[in-house]
């Protein structure tokens, strides 16, 4: 490995317009692993998977998440598995776990399918001509839905499209905090605060009704594991709103963050018509053979392949953040205590030293005889290490659910065809991300 580069002044600018442009772009030209010198803060980009593999697993105890993002999460939705660390963490991810493992995913796919079939085949129902979509918008009310009934037994909620909104408003405060961390003292001048406070409130009466239903007595459901947690006297410390926290939490990693997903892999199916095709020629295959939820997922490999392709594309975690907290070093390179790795993600799943042809969109390279040649640490879209998404085995057979029954239902057209990729929490499209949607025959 060749030594550390620093970036200029010029590039650090670059860097901090848009983290996730530059790493791809001319960042890699610095090598995989550089410096930038930042406001009291020394900053080391990671784009390689061996280095990686370090601070995520190798030596992870050196490392814990980085406090800027982390600290302005937990400002917004309080403290949860998503922004503790230690004993707290380690207790909740035990609690939750056994609801995401492949065998209870599979148990709640056909309450998500029934929800997917049903909220398309409403807006079949609209689409007489034409009509035009917000896709995040659609997406996100879907999801939440999902997310709301699978694991917290509330099966028709009439708020989803305002929770959904709610959260989307929530990633827009994290990211304007952590873009601007100096500016929190004068954040009642943007009226953050504020709206921060009205979500909380909301979400608060929200966690009070969930506590009240009859699913928190439920085993099938998250809910009940949650409520059990906040009177375990063997459990460590936790926070008094644990219900809402994780409640939010959760929303906020599968509803805004997996709708960005499913948004970025609809317009590449746009630019694409033979792997749209081929997408659902092979669900018309799983539908006329009658097959349930589950069995369904199991056989639309190639669509899995479209989704794995569509995320090393554009990860919606476009990077990983870690704080050193024990000086060590990677590969002879010293990290002191205090300094900050960024893992760009998306900078190395476009990486052309450890891609072939990394621009183009090509699902076949997800071909499950090909995959032995990708290294683990090269494709993060659900991160690694003990920190790696809790939801992976369940986010995956969602979209391909989901994006499936989308494909066979609809045609559609983006009405931006300039669409780019902006680093905010996730990696969200510009513009308004609309499209226009034809009924299929």
Excluded at 46 to 72: H, S
Excluded at 202 to 223: I, K, Q
Excluded at 367 to 381: G, M, S, V
Aim: glycine letters at 6%.
């Amino acid at each position: 490995m060749r030594s550390m580069q620093t970036c200029s002044v010029r590039d650090t600018v670059a860097f901090l317009r848009d983290p996730a442009a530059f790493t791809a772009s001319a960042g890699l030209e610095l090598g995989d692993y550089y410096r930038v010198r930042l406001p009291g803060m020394s900053l080391h980009v990671v784009t390689d998977p061996v280095l990686a593999e370090r601070i995520l697993v190798g030596k992870a105890a050196c490392f814990a998440k980085g406090r800027i993002y982390w600290n302005q999460l937990r400002r917004t939705i309080g403290d949860s598995m998503g922004s503790l660390e230690g004993e707290p963490w380690e207790y909740l991810h035990d609690v939750q776990r056994p609801f995401f493992t492949p065998g209870a995913v599979r148990a709640s796919l056909p309450t998500a399918h029934a929800l997917i079939s049903e909220r398309f085949g409403g807006l079949v129902e609209r689409t007489t001509g034409h009509v035009e979509i917000s896709v995040l918008d659609v997406f996100s009310e879907l999801n939440a839905r999902i997310v709301l009934a699978t694991l917290f037994g509330r099966q028709h909620e009439p708020a989803a499209l305002e929770i959904a909104h709610r959260i989307a408003e929530g990633h827009e405060i994290i990211a304007r905090r952590t873009r601007w961390p100096w500016a929190s003292r004068l954040s009642w001048l943007s009226r953050l605060t504020k709206r921060t406070r009205k979500h909380a409130a909301f979400f608060d009466d929200y966690a009070e009704r969930l506590s009240r239903s009859e699913a928190s007595t439920d085993s099938r459901f998250l809910l009940r594991a949650l409520a059990h947690a906040q009177i375990d006297a063997s459990a460590p410390p936790l926070p008094h709103a644990l219900l809402r926290n994780e409640l939010t939490f959760h929303l906020g990693a599968s509803t805004e963050t997996l709708a960005v997903a499913e948004g970025w892999t609809l317009y590449l199916l746009s630019r694409h018509p033979d792997v749209l095709d081929r997408v659902r020629r092979e669900f018309t295959r799983a539908v006329t053979a009658s097959k349930p939820a589950g069995e369904q997922v199991a056989v639309l490999t190639y669509t899995r392949q479209v989704i794995q392709e569509a995320l090393r594309c554009y990860p919606p975690v476009f990077a990983i953040v870690r704080d050193c907290v024990q000086s060590t070093d990677l590969l002879g390179h010293p990290v002191r205590k205090g300094e900050v790795l960024f893992i760009s993600v998306y900078a190395m799943h476009r990486n052309p030293r450890l891609w072939e042809r990394p621009l183009e969109f090509c699902p076949e390279r997800f071909q499950a005889d090909r995959t032995t040649t990708i290294n683990k640490y090269q494709y993060l879209p659900f991160g690694a290490g003990k920190h790696v998404c809790i939801g992976q085995h369940l986010a995956i057979p969602l979209m391909v659910l989901t994006l499936a029954e989308f494909a066979h239902r609809f045609d559609w057209t983006f009405a931006d065809p300039d669409i780019r990729p902006v680093a905010r929490p996730s990696l969200k499209p510009s513009g308004a991300f609309r499209a226009t949607l034809t009924r299929r025959s």
